[in-house]
């Protein structure tokens, strides 16, 4: 006992040090130089992004800024990757504003909630991840996800339309109802000096991307369009800008809700917390096939966690990994956490001496900003790739895209239905695992003889199990048997090679038991031949083994051929399973 809580302090001692790991590189100065060039790159595009992303989760900008000052840091120094960017990102800013708009809430109560809703997503990523229990995330396949973003950047880059256009319209209960109402204001309600500045911002945001694709594109684009919006008037033209942006530090506090919406707030924010995990892990795990750096799913989820728990007790709101400014980082030499560091501290410089600057930047160049960085993840490439590796994986995305489409902006819908059908897929397709009559071909391996035209004998038969038994599938292995049994009434011997069986259940335990109780009342004797060591454990703790007799389990299916024979000789035909001995005519 006592070295077990030895163990359970140093383990957790661990998960909140893991920066001991890298911060000892930062004596060498070219780590530091490295470190501090990709943190400054880095912090040239977090900032515009992260006023955009709060815009999109309906929440003011300095609120992004909030979320994307100390929640870097902290991400850094207690997450696994070195490389990996945290703050605001789309899918969950979209999340976020489908959990709170339908409360109802004024603006300074939406801030309040939204900073709750990160402390919420937080506090079940920390549990989970000091109980390892990170492993609750492959429950999104990955056809899900393919599904999922792909929706989600649509609903995402379509949502900002009206801005660009300087529409403002009544949302709808669902995403094609507020672009209906959209399509129908445009003839009349388009605004063209917002036009006009949106599509400079898109010109030139794919401008920078596609001719200087290593300068901070977004960044320059905010900056040209801040000072034509204020050498035009662009606010006097009617056109909707950023205003007064707070300026200072945000203040720690702890948010408080109504008790009531407190229940409404919970599957959100556990969607909230599995998915952005599912997305910063994703990245991480892309970048350490590169750096070749070890990696932690649970030690990602804690640092992930205390992320989301510092954002919202600093008046910001739920947050996660960022694809691109990762990529960045990467690119632009990031070696140990502290790039991260040095591009929160900025946003943090940013916060208390430039917000004024932002005063004239425009609503519709944030929209800009996020539709041109989301488009990107729309690819539909992953469908077809799904399809080809499992019809079933081309389902559950197709049916994923389409619900989460459906339902939007309540994109939680999406991902509880693909949970599901990949749920009840997997266990439709381990219902009915191969089965086959095994031959020995010339070559000397064992095949389906139905599936390659060989004989097979009356006497003697070999089975092949290809899968694991449990209670959806022991029933379809028994009915298996018994039909292959009927349609061999000479039957003497019959083997079954359960290889493939890594796992087995109670009701997997009790057909065996019945079937080798009906075999040996018609006169069939059973051998089982390559158990893996868990199924003969679990059978020798059943009883079954020593029931059915160690005499009847082989480790190879030769050692049971060679006891067959030497048992019965020339009562069982066997040439069907001996190694072929060609003819003298076939010898060169």
Same mark, same amino acid.
């Given at each position: 006992?006592?070295?077990?809580?030895?163990? @359970?302090?140093?383990?957790?001692?661990?998960?909140?040090?893991?920066?001991?790991?890298? #911060?000892?590189?930062?004596?060498?100065?070219? %780590?530091?130089?490295?470190?501090?060039?990709?943190?400054?790159?880095?912090?040239?595009?977090?900032?515009?992004?992260?006023?955009?992303?709060?815009? /999109?989760? !309906?929440?003011?900008?300095?609120?992004?800024?909030?979320?994307?000052?100390?929640?870097?840091?902290?991400?850094?120094?207690?997450?696994?990757?070195?490389?990996?960017?945290?703050?605001?990102?789309?899918?969950?800013? @979209?999340?976020?504003?489908?959990?709170?708009?339908?409360? &109802?809430?004024?603006?300074?109560?939406?801030?309040?909630?939204?900073?709750?809703?990160?402390?919420?997503?937080?506090?079940?990523?920390?549990?989970?991840?000091?109980?390892?229990?990170?492993?609750?995330?492959?429950?999104?396949?990955?056809?899900?996800?393919?599904?999922?973003?792909?929706?989600?950047?649509?609903?995402?880059?379509?949502?900002?339309?009206?801005?660009?256009?300087?529409?403002?319209?009544?949302?709808?209960?669902?995403?094609?109802?507020?672009?209906?109402?959209?399509?129908?204001?445009?003839?009349?309600? %388009?605004?063209?000096?917002?036009?006009?500045?949106?599509?400079?911002?898109?010109?030139?945001?794919? &401008?920078?991307?596609?001719?200087?694709?290593?300068?901070? &594109?977004?960044?320059?684009?905010?900056?040209?369009?801040?000072?034509?919006?204020?050498?035009?008037?662009?606010?006097?033209?009617? !056109?909707?800008?950023?205003?007064?942006?707070?300026?200072?530090?945000?203040?720690?506090?702890?948010?408080?809700?109504?008790?009531?919406?407190?229940?409404?707030?919970?599957?959100?924010?556990?969607?909230?917390?599995?998915?952005?995990?599912?997305?910063?892990?994703?990245?991480?795990?892309?970048?350490?096939?590169? %750096?070749?750096?070890?990696?932690?799913?649970?030690?990602?989820?804690?640092?992930?966690?205390?992320?989301?728990?510092?954002?919202?007790?600093?008046?910001?709101?739920?947050?996660?990994?960022?694809?691109?400014?990762?990529?960045?980082?990467?690119?632009?030499?990031?070696?140990?956490?502290?790039?991260?560091?040095?591009?929160?501290?900025?946003?943090?410089?940013?916060?208390?001496?430039?917000?004024?600057?932002?005063?004239?930047?425009?609503?519709?160049?944030?929209?800009?900003?996020?539709?041109?960085?989301?488009? &990107?993840? #729309?690819?539909?490439?992953?469908?077809?790739?799904?399809?080809?590796?499992?019809?079933?994986?081309?389902?559950?995305?197709?049916?994923?895209?389409?619900?989460?489409?459906?339902?939007?902006?309540?994109?939680?819908?999406? #991902?509880?239905?693909?949970?599901?059908?990949?749920?009840?897929?997997?266990?439709?397709?381990?219902?009915?695992?191969?089965?086959?009559?095994?031959?020995?071909?010339?070559?000397?391996?064992?095949?389906?003889?139905?599936?390659?035209?060989?004989? %097979?004998?009356?006497?003697?038969?070999?089975?092949?199990?290809?899968?694991?038994?449990?209670?959806?599938?022991?029933?379809?292995?028994?009915?298996?048997?018994?039909?292959?049994?009927?349609?061999?009434?000479?039957?003497?011997?019959?083997?079954?090679?359960?290889?493939?069986?890594?796992?087995?259940?109670?009701?997997?335990?009790?057909?065996?038991?019945?079937?080798?109780?009906?075999?040996?009342?018609?006169?069939?004797?059973?051998?089982?031949?390559?158990?893996?060591?868990?199924?003969?454990?679990?059978?020798?703790?059943?009883?079954?083994?020593?029931?059915?007799?160690?005499?009847?389990?082989?480790?190879?299916?030769?050692?049971?051929?060679?006891?067959?024979?030497?048992?019965?000789?020339?009562?069982?035909?066997?040439?069907? /399973?001996?190694?072929?001995?060609?003819?003298?005519?076939?010898?060169?």
């Amino acid at each position: 006992m006592k070295n077990y809580l030895s163990q @359970l302090l140093l383990d957790a001692a661990q998960r909140f040090t893991p920066f001991l790991d890298w #911060i000892g590189e930062l004596k060498n100065p070219e %780590t530091i130089k490295a470190d501090i060039l990709a943190g400054v790159t880095v912090a040239l595009i977090l900032i515009p992004q992260s006023m955009a992303y709060a815009q /999109l989760a !309906g929440l003011p900008p300095q609120v992004g800024l909030y979320a994307a000052f100390l929640v870097p840091i902290i991400a850094a120094l207690f997450g696994s990757s070195r490389q990996l960017q945290n703050g605001p990102v789309a899918i969950i800013s @979209l999340m976020s504003a489908a959990a709170l708009i339908p409360l &109802g809430l004024s603006m300074e109560e939406y801030v309040v909630y939204a900073a709750m809703l990160a402390i919420m997503a937080g506090v079940i990523q920390v549990v989970l991840g000091l109980l390892r229990l990170g492993v609750l995330v492959d429950f999104l396949s990955h056809p899900v996800v393919i599904g999922f973003t792909n929706a989600a950047a649509i609903v995402i880059s379509s949502l900002q339309i009206g801005k660009l256009l300087g529409i403002n319209i009544d949302s709808g209960q669902h995403l094609y109802e507020t672009l209906w109402n959209l399509l129908l204001a445009i003839p009349e309600k %388009t605004h063209f000096p917002t036009l006009l500045m949106g599509s400079f911002s898109v010109f030139l945001l794919l &401008g920078f991307k596609k001719f200087a694709p290593k300068t901070p &594109g977004i960044l320059f684009t905010v900056v040209v369009t801040t000072l034509v919006s204020w050498l035009i008037g662009f606010d006097m033209l009617g !056109g909707s800008v950023v205003g007064e942006v707070a300026a200072g530090l945000p203040s720690f506090s702890i948010p408080v809700i109504h008790s009531e919406h407190f229940t409404a707030l919970l599957m959100p924010a556990l969607m909230i917390a599995l998915l952005s995990f599912v997305e910063a892990f994703s990245i991480a795990k892309a970048v350490a096939s590169k %750096t070749r750096q070890n990696l932690s799913a649970d030690q990602e989820m804690v640092g992930g966690g205390l992320a989301n728990i510092v954002a919202g007790v600093t008046q910001g709101y739920a947050v996660s990994g960022s694809f691109s400014r990762t990529a960045v980082a990467y690119d632009a030499g990031a070696r140990t956490g502290f790039t991260a560091i040095v591009s929160g501290l900025i946003v943090g410089v940013t916060l208390l001496f430039l917000t004024p600057l932002l005063h004239y930047l425009p609503i519709a160049t944030l929209a800009a900003v996020i539709i041109v960085a989301v488009v &990107g993840m #729309i690819q539909f490439q992953p469908f077809k790739h799904a399809w080809k590796v499992n019809p079933h994986d081309g389902i559950v995305a197709l049916v994923v895209f389409i619900v989460t489409l459906y339902f939007a902006p309540h994109l939680e819908w999406g #991902i509880f239905i693909g949970i599901a059908l990949s749920l009840g897929l997997y266990i439709y397709r381990t219902m009915q695992p191969h089965f086959a009559e095994l031959a020995l071909d010339k070559d000397g391996a064992f095949r389906d003889a139905h599936l390659f035209g060989m004989k %097979t004998s009356s006497s003697l038969a070999l089975f092949r199990y290809d899968g694991d038994l449990y209670f959806a599938n022991a029933g379809y292995l028994e009915k298996r048997l018994l039909n292959a049994v009927a349609n061999k009434p000479e039957l003497k011997v019959l083997i079954l090679d359960l290889e493939a069986v890594d796992q087995i259940d109670a009701t997997g335990e009790e057909m065996l038991m019945h079937m080798s109780e009906r075999l040996d009342e018609a006169g069939i004797e059973f051998f089982i031949t390559r158990p893996k060591f868990k199924l003969s454990d679990a059978l020798k703790r059943s009883g079954l083994y020593d029931r059915i007799g160690e005499e009847h389990f082989f480790a190879k299916r030769v050692q049971a051929l060679d006891a067959i024979k030497e048992k019965y000789g020339q009562q069982v035909d066997m040439s069907h /399973l001996l190694k072929y001995k060609p003819k003298v005519s076939e010898i060169p």
